[in-house]
């Protein structure tokens, strides 16, 4: 195996043990549980969990997706988490890291600025599946996220010249701004909420780390796969037009698109028609 491969290795096993975290973050925030304490334990029987079945993914098979002590069944989610953790780490690892940062001569500063920004991306991506997973199962988006993420977000663009502070801010009010005028909309048009408050600030959030420029990409691509599950969920369930659909995954599949392909898919539409 060579050592590029053996980093790359290392970078899903590190993202698939975050995720083994954010399945502890998933399960107590909706009820504004510490995410510290007490430790792991199987909520049927209150077994601690041991170090040995909370190997990410690996436990899950061993134990054949049941608890040691009292065998109640695992839920599939947390092998699911660690895997899109460790994915999604991999696939940054892959675009930050380039082959050619280990060639001999490579410029060390490049190494160090490409595990800077795997590191905010990092942390921006895992934050999306914790609010995807509370999202579909709770329909809420946890302002412990949202919030500390915007200051975070705000913060890390006074070190990444690409965005820049100002991008960074003016991204916030673009983002909370544009979601709040669509509730407000939907609001005086159909004469109820439509979208929740966790939304905007998922979006102010997603603009606080990705710039303005990222906000009307991640608004039409979200609505575009909003719309189009929403209609087929409805086809097949045969519910009418308030059958109530989670928006913070969409929002957050389209974040994750624009951080590996954004540029490249706006480029693309731009230079279509030339």
Same mark, same amino acid.
């Given at each position: 195996?060579?050592?590029?491969?053996?980093?790359?290795?290392?970078?899903?096993?590190?993202?698939?043990?975050?995720?083994?975290?954010?399945?502890?973050?998933?399960?107590?925030?909706?009820?504004?549980?510490?995410?510290?304490?007490?430790?792991?334990?199987?909520?049927?029987?209150?077994?601690?969990?041991?170090?040995?079945?909370?190997?990410?993914?690996?436990?899950?098979?061993?134990?054949?997706?049941?608890?040691?002590?009292?065998?109640?069944?695992?839920?599939?989610?947390?092998?699911?988490?660690?895997?899109?953790?460790? #994915?999604?780490?991999?696939? #940054?690892?892959?675009?930050?890291?380039?082959?050619?940062?280990?060639?001999?001569?490579?410029?060390?500063?490049?190494?160090?600025?490409?595990?800077?920004?795997?590191?905010?991306?990092?942390?921006?991506?895992?934050?999306?599946?914790?609010?995807?997973?509370?999202?579909?199962?709770?329909?809420?988006?946890?302002?412990?996220?949202?919030?500390?993420?915007?200051?975070?977000?705000?913060?890390?663009?006074?070190?990444?010249?690409?965005?820049?502070?100002?991008?960074?801010?003016?991204?916030?009010?673009?983002?909370?701004?544009?979601? %709040?005028?669509?509730?407000?909309?939907?609001?005086?048009?159909?004469?109820?909420?439509?979208?929740?408050?966790?939304?905007?600030?998922? %979006?102010?959030?997603?603009?606080?780390?990705?710039?303005?420029?990222?906000?009307?990409?991640?608004?039409?691509?979200?609505?575009?796969?909003?719309?189009?599950?929403?209609?087929? #969920?409805?086809?097949?369930?045969?519910?009418?037009?308030?059958?109530?659909?989670?928006?913070?995954?969409?929002?957050?599949?389209?974040?994750?698109?624009?951080?590996?392909?954004?540029?490249?898919?706006?480029?693309?539409?731009?230079?279509?028609?030339?």
């Amino acid at each position: 195996m060579t050592p590029y491969i053996t980093y790359a290795v290392f970078a899903f096993l590190f993202g698939a043990v975050v995720g083994s975290f954010l399945n502890v973050c998933i399960c107590r925030m909706p009820s504004g549980e510490s995410v510290v304490s007490p430790p792991s334990h199987c909520p049927k029987c209150d077994y601690q969990i041991r170090w040995y079945d909370n190997i990410p993914i690996l436990s899950y098979l061993l134990l054949g997706g049941k608890c040691r002590s009292c065998k109640t069944p695992i839920s599939i989610q947390y092998p699911l988490v660690e895997l899109l953790n460790g #994915l999604l780490a991999l696939a #940054l690892f892959f675009k930050f890291f380039p082959q050619r940062l280990f060639a001999e001569g490579a410029p060390i500063q490049y190494l160090f600025t490409g595990m800077f920004y795997f590191g905010v991306l990092f942390f921006f991506c895992s934050a999306l599946v914790v609010v995807t997973f509370i999202d579909l199962e709770h329909q809420i988006i946890p302002d412990r996220i949202t919030l500390p993420g915007i200051v975070l977000g705000f913060v890390f663009s006074f070190f990444i010249p690409q965005l820049g502070w100002l991008n960074s801010l003016i991204g916030i009010v673009a983002g909370g701004g544009s979601l %709040l005028l669509i509730a407000w909309g939907y609001q005086v048009v159909a004469k109820k909420d439509g979208m929740g408050g966790g939304d905007v600030k998922l %979006l102010a959030m997603m603009g606080a780390f990705l710039g303005w420029k990222s906000i009307l990409f991640i608004v039409f691509v979200s609505s575009l796969l909003g719309s189009v599950i929403g209609i087929t #969920l409805m086809l097949i369930r045969k519910k009418d037009s308030t059958l109530a659909i989670p928006f913070g995954p969409f929002l957050a599949a389209a974040a994750v698109l624009y951080v590996f392909y954004g540029r490249q898919i706006i480029h693309w539409y731009l230079n279509m028609g030339r």
